[in-house]
């Protein structure tokens, strides 16, 4: 029961390199996300999806992409990274609605210098 | 505007006495709150939720939090800490039916 599984787990980027962090999962869950965490900072939301084909902004949206094409994946794609996007990503995923426990991936850790 | 305050960066306890977490929320309708924790490189884990129901909810490991309106609260405790509860929690308000709003965190550090 492989849950929401991530690769990788750790990537050092050169600024303005290009890569595709990836999200699968294997619970048949509609809702996926992408947060970001960050010292003091909590997670914050990049980009969510509430099924195949429809993906929309959070609060942090510049600079990376998403798509869903299938209901298992959802990759995050950084576009040019830059130091600012130095961080370790979350994806998660739920069932629906209110009050659904979202399940989360064991992260990516990424250095960009 | 909906919103999730943890009071304390840090708590630091010794083995064996309570624990107490606190988390404050803003909401403009009844919300589903939750504690999640963190332990080192890992991923987050679900502690327990509130979604409405009983408003003193117990959730994994001996924790349990109570939801009170009245004080737009959500602290999490537990009687007796143990060193394997050394994580970083995550008081998390639950906006719409698909997004997540968290805290900043609490740290919580255990001493034999």
């Known amino acids: 029961n492989a849950g929401v599984t991530q690769t990788p787990k750790f990537q050092v980027l050169k600024t303005g390199q290009s890569m595709t962090l990836q999200c699968a999962q294997d619970m048949n869950h509609e809702y996926m996300s992408w947060y970001r965490q960050d010292p003091g900072m909590g997670l914050r939301l990049i980009h969510y999806?509430?099924?195949?084909?429809?993906?929309d902004q959070g609060e942090v949206p510049n600079g990376y992409n998403v798509s869903r094409s299938t209901t298992e994946d959802f990759p995050l794609r950084l576009l040019s990274a830059a130091p600012s996007q130095t961080s370790v990503y979350f994806c998660?995923?739920?069932?629906?609605?209110?009050?659904?426990?979202?399940?989360f991936g064991q992260g990516t850790r990424l250095t960009v210098v | 505007a909906q919103s999730v305050t943890q009071l304390d960066s840090h708590v630091s306890v010794s083995e064996g006495t309570p624990v107490l977490l606190r988390c404050n929320y803003s909401s403009s309708y009844s919300p589903s709150l939750f504690w999640y924790v963190q332990h080192p490189n890992k991923g987050l884990q679900l502690l327990l939720k509130y979604t409405s129901a009983a408003t003193l909810v117990k959730g994994i490991n001996g924790f349990e939090a109570e939801f009170k309106k009245s004080e737009t609260s959500f602290h999490l405790t537990k009687p007796s800490a143990h060193m394997s509860d050394a994580a970083e929690y995550f008081c998390?308000?639950?906006?719409?039916?698909?997004?997540?709003?968290f805290g900043t965190g609490t740290r919580l550090q255990v001493f034999p």
């Open positions: 998390v308000l639950n906006k719409d039916t698909d997004k997540l709003i």
């Open positions: 999806s509430v099924g195949a084909g429809i993906t």
């Open positions: 998660a995923s739920s069932y629906s609605g209110m009050g659904s426990e979202a399940f």
